[in-house]
């Protein structure tokens, strides 16, 4: 029932900036943390960003800290993910999805996955 549309990926040079949706269907998502998580070519699905019900708690995977930025719209019942200075290592298929934690510093997504977008970044 619920669905998970992302969107917004594209190819950009070095330095550049995209900004990538995900619009949830079928249910509200008011109450949930969401999360952002990326998949690079020939590589596991990772944490990148996480944002709470109410936007007043953040975290982000090291290495986008200061670059990327999480947010919601929760009439929309849509997250973004804002990126900026991005780099080669970026590259990879970004996907959002309903998480449980932090537990540590690690996270729980749920079982339904989108089909991602895909950001390229070339020198």
């Known amino acids: 029932q619920v669905q998970l549309v992302e969107s917004g990926g594209g190819v950009v040079q070095t330095g550049g900036s995209l900004r990538l949706s995900c619009t949830v269907s079928?249910?509200?998502?008011?109450?949930?943390?969401m999360a952002w998580f990326r998949q690079a070519p020939g590589g596991d699905r990772t944490f990148v960003a996480a944002i709470d019900s109410t936007a007043d708690n953040k975290y982000y995977f090291d290495a986008v800290k200061g670059r990327f930025t999480i947010s919601r719209d929760n009439a929309k019942n849509t997250l973004y993910l804002q990126m900026n200075g991005l780099q080669s290592e970026d590259t990879a298929v970004y996907y959002c999805?309903?998480?449980?934690?932090?537990?540590?510093?690690?996270?729980?997504?749920?079982?339904?996955w989108g089909q991602g977008t895909r950001v390229t970044v070339s020198s």
């Open positions: 079928g249910r509200s998502f008011s109450s949930w943390t």
């Open positions: 999805n309903r998480v449980a934690g932090p537990f540590g510093s690690s996270w729980s997504p749920f079982d339904y």
